[in-house]
């Protein structure tokens, strides 16, 4: 019954975070809405890796969503987050459905190197223009929720409890998604292509869908972090940025809609600890940490919650 | 009786190699059709080209009326011709019934596509069941495919074959890589599945090809070079030396 | 006229370089299906190990002629050290995950080199110039170029001979390219995986750390000089087919002449170069240039 | 399972703010700059060396006048210093959690970083003193309290550059530029093209070259520039790449058939000596390094880093030491006003407008609403006598004449031809 616990489990975090937000510190509001911007990310990913397929391009869609969230403000002079919001899941969605019809064609490292050489040119546009600072970007700040105007100083957390809802929302539909039918399909199609053609179903939908639907949720993750950090540059559509997504993905196991944002929270957590206390070596320190997980987490950190609940059961 | 599956003029070459060399062919509804041939003459081919995997470099193959050289496997298996695979073609990674689960599901999730389905999302599971008793693959429900035994698979690469409710079902090599003894259980729990289905089945044993068939092709060369009832084709001389000596040599 | 043979000479050169790190990584990704991104970091070890050793021969008061020969012999201390110790350390535990898995560990591993290499040459960036100015100059037109590119070009042509010789006429390197071709026939026929693996990811590194000691002398070795390559060298990999030595050779070149001659017609475009020809690269032949076709049996 | 994880982070930090909370005395400050990557060699370490002997000298009351008294104050001043690398979002981050364990910050080399953290700062009420990124865009498009910059921002470098390039050959026709694609190296270029049309109309642009970020070889830029034939060569260079540039180009006289600007080479001198080819101008991003005056102040400020570290002080340590001088300055001026103990508002109020002795020069808190220091600016050219680099013909330019007057914009400023205050 892993849909009931996974439902519920997800209703309990996303119950008890927003219950929190009014008394978590701010350093912490920062650190947990930049997890769940990333862990959309991750979701996204999830999803296409159910067909096999891994992209290390999503910071095109993570850039550009954050990207269109500042120029809705910047350009269009609209400061409401939840405008800048719907304009980047719209933007990103967009470029994947035009992408995904070349993309959703390429399978194994040809599919992530095109995705990444597709981001990479993102990266170099945006790194052209100066009249979007180049690499120095800029900065934006979201002043209203749907009309609604923010107290100074509250936003952080209003957007903070939006992303709880909104993570709450995308993983719940990428839960039913995944255990439908379409889900079993997905895991089909990184077995054997040619059967599932054979039965009668269009490998390239799937696929497309997938991906479309990974790029709608990077571009959401984009957004939520350009609203948490004020500001955005060319470095969220850097590759360093789209490995990331992929290692937090690994890191937090591919089984369970949650593991995304487990494994991002994880990954944030130990990178500013390692920054913080050993500024020297952190690059090493987070590296030894990926090793380990790897070696002895081959399934993800999330298998460990999957073990507890064997436990508790 | 009218014909269901007409090719005519086929060719197919890679090549040097003469794959399909003119093969003209009709088949009646509810056939139960015999290809035999010596590896390399052209069954398989037949059949690639059949269901889409392969374009003939020319002539024409026409389903129920229908052309079918230029449309992909997906859906000439919508229109209703399906098959099975020499080396069985599963989601190893998928239990028996999930492998099912999937074929029925994707029927069901897109029935208007089909030319006649009774499958709705509601129903996959216990259709699927249905088709695991049907094959007795009920002890394997739950293994995953990747790791049954090979006659086990092929019976699952059938059966999902069968799902996608074909009218008519091309079986490549169904008994291949199976214990003697297993051959025949397989072909009875075949046959007894694909009542009203038009089936062509190649096959490498001589006596299930007697024993099944009510008609046989032989090939040679991606030639016909025999085509009738089975006692007539085994006898003939030419069948003898190319196919059968061949076959058992 | 001339202009175009300056562009033209300075791909190649670019190409050279590109060579060197992409030859290793396609060979290590043909046979162990690993993408490697610590290359970065053994093309930097390279460097560094080169700078050093060539600094502290020069110190002694030596024939600068034979810091040369240093630094080749860097590179391939670096490649026998590294490449051992690597897969028999690290990658081994992992054989049998998935290719990102691998992938990310090598990533992991990228961080961790980055950061030894801090600790033990600081960030201080390290110029042996000599063995570059020494052998003079020569001229293409009005041009003066280092006779150093020659040598650069040179050791990329006679590298490139010396692996392509030891994968096709050597009988280890015939077992290398049947595990290329045909990983689980190989293994049925009891080709010792393992020592295969070892003797790869060891000429793979050395050939990483090649490039990284034999460009040392013309740049600053400074922390960060790997990162820039590993994508580089990735791109040029995957336009030439994986695991091909010969289409890394022409990725190599295709993208050192593409580049060189974006910085002279159109010098805002060089930031993506690289990877539009990717992009146009797999758009038109979806496995790169020379991909081996693989027949699929149903 | 996340209130596991936030069980898990906030104990992590609980144990952080209580060892912070030890000390209640001392002034914590949080350095931020470079420790690992490209940038870390030539300003992020050197920046930091100086943070940290100069803050022992505070507080052992070693520095010279008006600098002797002990500390703050009195109140000794304590560093936790941590990495820039990782860019703008990941600095957010972390400036989020080091401002939980300073009073105040000083740091950012990157212009993206500090362009991140200002309104970071302003929103967590913390000051911050941003001591080296160029961008001028920080207070002319925005206005902070909390915020200051006690260096100079790069207007000057190029605006400098030129007028030395056009002083020292007059009739010049055509120059070309080879800098970084990104915002540095991009607006140094705007920045010192526009500044040479406007001083001499008609002035030709032969080629700008934009090479990608530490490329580290430099072949064909260095084939196209060399057939521009352009009479002076401009280049904001910074770290390994201007390294390798002087590497390939001289051997290839690049430096002999062109005037070679280098706006941002002083760093280089350290590390290149004499490879330097002689007739290079080069620039210091202010009066520092070899074109700091020779007063007994930055005498002894060359004195104790050459001792410790082996090597001297260049730009970015003096930028580094003067942001702690003003800190330094303000805390105590904010006592004379009568705070025996000042907080952090009257650290504010004195600091606004503060003109104080630095390191180089007079730094003078006159732009962005008293918020951004200027200096003045000089300019020198390389040159190799008996065996060691010298810097000659040093032109020294005061603030007003490279900086533009508060509430104007660099670029309009220099684009109406750089009016003098």
Redesign the interface.
Known sequence: MTLDRTTTTLAVAAVLLLAAAPFLPQWLVFLLTLALAKGLVVLGLVVLMRTGL?SFGQGLYFGLGAYAAALVGAAAEVLDAAVMLAAAVAGSAGLAAVLGL?LA??R???FA??S???S??LY??L??SSALGSTDGFNLHAKSFAGITLPAGAERRVFYAVAVVAVLGAAWAVHRYLSSHYGRLATAIRDNE?RVEYLGSSVFRVVFANYVIAGALGGLGGAFAALAVGHVDPETAY?TTS?EF??VA?LGGTGNVLAPFLGAAIFEAVRTVANQYAP??W??T???V??AL??FL?AGLWSLVARLRSVAR | MSAILVAKGVNKSFGAVTAAADVNVAVDRDAMVGLIGANGAGK?TFI?MVTG?LKPSSGTIRFDGRELTALPPRRITQLGVSRS???P?LFNSLSARENLLVAVGIVAAAAHRWAHSDLTPARAGEASDEVLERFDLAAYRDREAGLLPEGVRKLLDVAMALVVRPRILLL?EPTSGVSADEKFAIMDLVMGAVRGVTVLFVEHDMDIVARYAQRVLAFADGRIIADGAPAAVLADAEVRRFVIGEAHA | MF?LA??LF??V??SS?LFMMAAGLTLIYGVMRI?NIAHGSLYALGAYAGASLVGAWLAGGHPPAASYALLLAAALLVGLVMGPLIERG?LR??YG?D???LL??T??????L???I??AW????L?V?EP??LPG?FRIG?????VY?LILIGAAIVIGLVVAWGLYRTRQGKLLLAVIHDREMSAAMGINVARVYVFTFTIGAALAAAGGAL?AP????????G??VI?LS??VV?IGG?GSLGGAALGALIVGIV??AM??YW??G???SV??V??LV??AR???LFAAPEA??? | MKRALCQFVAAAFAALLAAAAGAQQPVKVGIVTF????A???F??PARNAAEIIAESINAGRVPAPYATKGLGGAPMELVIIDEAGGPQKQVAEFRNLAQRVDLVIGYISSGDCLAIAPVAEELKKLTILFDCGTPRIFEDASYKYVFRTGPHATMDNVSAARYVLERRPNIRSIAGINQ?YAWGQDSWTDFEAAMKALKPGIEIK??????L????F???I??L??SGADVIHSSFW??D???LV??GA???LFKSHLVVLSAGEPAIN??GT?IPDGTIIGARGPFGPFAPDTEFNRWFRNVFQERYGVPPNYASYKMTNAMLGLKAAYEKAQKAGAASPNQDQIITAFENLTYEGVGGTVKMTLGKGHQAVMDVAVGTAKTVDGELRIVDVKRYPAGEVNPPDGVKSEAWIRSGMKAK
């Open positions: 891994v070349l064609r390429y194994d490292i040809f190197m095109l990444l050489a597709f990479m040119i170099g546009l790194v052209k040619l590759w490995g992929v290692f690994i020297n070596v690059q090493m987070l590296g030894i990926m090793l790897i070696l081959p | 398989t690639n995997y695979f020499q080396i073609q490549d | 202009d300056a562009v300075d791909g050169v670019y370089w993408l690290l535990l992992m995950r290719e990102v898995v990310l560990v990533y992991a591993l990228f961080l961790i980055e950061d030894v801090k600790l600081g960030v201080e960036s110029v110039a570059y100015a100059n009005k041009l003066a170029y280092p590119n460009t013309a740049i600053a070795v400074s922390p960060g000089i990162v820039e994508v990735f791109a995957v994986l580049r060189s910085v002279r010098p805002e060089e930031l993506f990877y539009l990717m992009a797999l758009i979806p496995k790169g699929r049996k149903i | 420790l690992s990557g490209p870390a060699g030539p992020g370490v694609n080629t700008s070259q934009m090479t990608k530490f490329a580290g070889q072949g064909a830029e084939s196209t060399l057939s770290g390994g201007l390294e390798g590497l390939q051997p290839r006289g590390r290149l490879k």
